[in-house]
């Protein structure tokens, strides 16, 4: 298990009350997210890059007994166009870091106003990692690029109707490594995320499956003024069900987290 600073505080936001609901009586459940990497939108900066690891496609056209000239231009465009860029959905389970004085008013407005504060403990074992905030053309962006372009480069092959082709296997690691990605202009939401599986390459999807969440996985329910007193009910039920000695708190989504215990 890698261990999550125990002074860290998580915030998960949902939008509804029956969503607030089921994750305390069914656990967190994944949902899809996009996720859309490209090392930039720029097409002359693109092509610079590009120049970077054309000297790796020629080496593989050439073991396929091709050369880059000799292809038909439509077939050019589509290789140049799939070398590096990822856009998928990927089923996740999304929280927010909350630092000391964090006014949450905005991400209240944003994301809802029901709300659980997990434990550092659920956020470690269900290897919970922070997500990377990458700019556009900037030095991390163009090493993603070149790793994503070598590994498509390298899987491309000819099919049995002559046809060159990308192998899509060799994209499996990719989309775990692009699930935590995120483009640098959202760098304030401090995100962490669950990542499940996304059954493109074999096995079943996680959209819609829960990650356990247990009343002892929570230090905090924040929910509008209307919805404590039921909310307080639901939860001495769950508690008297997993035996649990002390339940998180019931209250109204606050101003920030400082002085809740």
Known sequence: MRLVDPTLRFLHCLPRREYLYSALSNGLMFTDHEVNFSVTEDK????KIIQEILP???YKLATLGLKLES????RKQTIFAGLG????K???VCLTEIPP????SNHRMQFGSYALVLKPSWVSSNEADRVIYIGQNSPTSRAIFRCLATMNILGLNIDKNGLLLFDMRTNKEVFSLISYYETRENVTEAEWRVCGETGYFGGTRSTGTTVPLGLDDIDHIFVPACDIEQTKKLVENLANAQSVSVSPSVGEFPQALEGLT
Not at 71 to 74: N, S
Not at 85 to 88: A, C, G, H
Not at 101 to 104: D, E, F, M, P, V
Request: glycine share 4%.
């Open 101 to 104: 004085g964090k006014i949450l």
């Open 56 to 58: 790796i496609l020629h």
């Open 90 to 92: 990927i089923p996740m």
């Open 44 to 47: 002359d900066q693109l092509w």
């Open 85 to 88: 860029r990822v856009k998928s």
């Open 71 to 74: 292809l038909p231009e439509d």
